[in-house]
Structures are given as structure tokens and as C-alpha cells.
């Protein structure tokens, strides 16, 4: 790893404004690249040698990769490179293709302007942050405060169990590709406050079918199809 991250460093541009910030962009990009395997190992003391920097901005650089899914800290060996598979990725966007339309199928009749008004708020936060780990956060509300009303305990907790293991995909997505669908948001928010299920449905559908269509794309532009 040692020798690869050199090369990398070597043939990178200007440094950043801060050391975090050029650890964490010449790691996400070796990441994203397949330069770094899934499942390396990135030990702090080897990374400050290399990048020839206190092992600070190396904790921190850690830290925001792990935000992003692109890191995993793991019990005894510290932080590795994460291992991401696009079969598990298409297995959640087909489990929630599955439960979240019946939600909202059966939420949307229950919607109060309260909610729409909670909803809308939601994504004029996800407008302002810039943190993947708390955009993932305010994405599962956003979605939730939709399902909410759907009237049975169990389907919602299911939903809602998906939703969270969405997360890391999510934050994935948004490393590898950068797009929340706020388009989508918006239009699906539209479509629940004029009571146009059919509309609301398949806008639902875009937004899955999208967003796993994007990864199919990242995923086959390169040689594996894990990381």
C-alpha cells in the first residue's frame, strides 16, 4: 500500500488547503479508483510516514471517509478499506422497491399538512448540509415522515430497517456519484400533498431505479464489482 499511495501522492496536483482535506481527497480518489483494494488495511503510522504528516489529520481524514462508507473501522485491525458489493446494494433497493411503495400506498390517504410541512422542512436541511453521515440521517426522515401513517407497526418497522441499511449505500452514492435526487424529493413531496398516488408511486420508482442504475454504472466501470 505503502508504495501505491506514493505514487499516488506523487502525480497528485497542489496540495489542499489543509492537510485533512488532501489525506482525505488522495485516499477517497485511490478508494473510489479500486487503487486501494476493499479490505486493506489503512494504519495511521504508515499513512503519516507516507503522506508526511502528524497522524492528526490522518485520524481525521479516517473519520470523514468512514462518513462517506468508504472506510469501516473494524475491532483489533482499525481502519480498512470498506467492502461495498453491488449484489448486496441491488438486494436493499429491491427489498425497499418492494416495502416502500405499500407505505406510502397506504400513508398517503393519513397525511396531514403537519407532515408535509415536517417533510418539506426536512429538505430544505438536506439543501444546507454537506455532511453524508447527517444527509443520510434527514433522507431516512424524509422517506419516514411519508411512510408514517401507513397504519400497521410492522410493515413501517420493516421500512424503516431497510431505510437504515440504505444508509451506507446512500452515502456511498453519494462519495462515488454526488446526487440526492432532491428533484425527486420535491416531485414525491408534490405528488402526496395533491393526493395523486399513481403519480406519487412513480415518482418512487424513478427515484430507486435511478439511484441503483447510477451505482450498476459506477460498479461496471470498474474491474471488480465490490470495494
Same mark, same amino acid.
Given at each position: 500500500?505503502?508504495?501505491?499511495?506514493?505514487?499516488?501522492?506523487?502525480?497528485?496536483?497542489?496540495?489542499?488547503?489543509?492537510?485533512?482535506?488532501?489525506?482525505?481527497?488522495? /485516499?477517497?480518489?485511490?478508494? +473510489?479508483?479500486?487503487? +486501494?483494494?476493499?479490505?486493506?488495511?489503512?494504519?495511521?503510522?504508515?499513512?503519516?510516514?507516507?503522506?508526511?504528516?502528524?497522524?492528526?489529520?490522518?485520524?481525521?481524514?479516517?473519520?470523514?471517509?468512514?462518513?462517506?462508507? /468508504?472506510?469501516?473501522?473494524?475491532?483489533?485491525?482499525?481502519?480498512?478499506?470498506?467492502?461495498?458489493? /453491488?449484489?448486496?446494494?441491488?438486494?436493499?433497493?429491491?427489498?425497499?422497491?418492494?416495502?416502500?411503495?405499500? =407505505?406510502?400506498?397506504?400513508?398517503?390517504?393519513?397525511?396531514?399538512?403537519?407532515?408535509?410541512?415536517?417533510?418539506?422542512?426536512?429538505?430544505?436541511?438536506?439543501?444546507?448540509?454537506?455532511?453524508?453521515?447527517?444527509?443520510?440521517?434527514?433522507?431516512?426522515?424524509?422517506?419516514?415522515?411519508?411512510?408514517?401513517?401507513?397504519?400497521?407497526?410492522?410493515?413501517?418497522?420493516?421500512?424503516?430497517?431497510?431505510?437504515?441499511?440504505?444508509?451506507?449505500?446512500?452515502?456511498?452514492?453519494? =462519495?462515488?456519484?454526488?446526487?440526492?435526487?432532491?428533484?425527486?424529493?420535491?416531485?414525491?413531496?408534490?405528488?402526496?400533498?395533491?393526493?395523486?398516488?399513481?403519480?406519487?408511486?412513480?415518482? /418512487?420508482?424513478?427515484?430507486?431505479?435511478?439511484?441503483?442504475?447510477? +451505482?450498476?454504472?459506477?460498479?461496471?466501470?470498474?474491474?471488480?464489482?465490490? +470495494?
Amino acid at each position: 500500500m505503502t508504495e501505491t499511495l506514493a505514487a499516488i501522492i506523487s502525480s497528485s496536483g497542489p496540495r489542499y488547503r489543509t492537510a485533512t482535506e488532501y489525506v482525505e481527497a488522495t /485516499l477517497k480518489r485511490a478508494i +473510489l479508483d479500486g487503487t +486501494l483494494a476493499p479490505g486493506t488495511p489503512l494504519r495511521q503510522e504508515d499513512l503519516a510516514a507516507t503522506f508526511k504528516v502528524s497522524r492528526m489529520p490522518i485520524r481525521e481524514a479516517l473519520r470523514q471517509l468512514e462518513a462517506q462508507a /468508504l472506510v469501516d473501522f473494524e475491532p483489533h485491525r482499525g481502519a480498512v478499506v470498506v467492502q461495498i458489493t /453491488l449484489q448486496d446494494a441491488m438486494d436493499n433497493y429491491a427489498i425497499r422497491g418492494a416495502l416502500e411503495p405499500q =407505505a406510502l400506498r397506504l400513508s398517503m390517504p393519513h397525511l396531514t399538512d403537519e407532515d408535509f410541512s415536517i417533510a418539506d422542512e426536512i429538505l430544505s436541511e438536506i439543501d444546507q448540509e454537506s455532511d453524508p453521515g447527517r444527509m443520510g440521517e434527514l433522507n431516512r426522515r424524509f422517506h419516514m415522515t411519508l411512510y408514517a401513517q401507513a397504519g400497521l407497526p410492522r410493515l413501517i418497522a420493516l421500512t424503516e430497517q431497510h431505510l437504515a441499511t440504505a444508509d451506507r449505500y446512500l452515502r456511498f452514492h453519494l =462519495a462515488a456519484v454526488g446526487d440526492m435526487g432532491q428533484d425527486e424529493h420535491r416531485a414525491l413531496l408534490a405528488a402526496c400533498r395533491g393526493h395523486d398516488e399513481a403519480k406519487a408511486l412513480a415518482v /418512487l420508482a424513478t427515484h430507486h431505479g435511478r439511484a441503483a442504475a447510477a +451505482l450498476q454504472a459506477f460498479f461496471r466501470g470498474r474491474s471488480d464489482t465490490s +470495494l
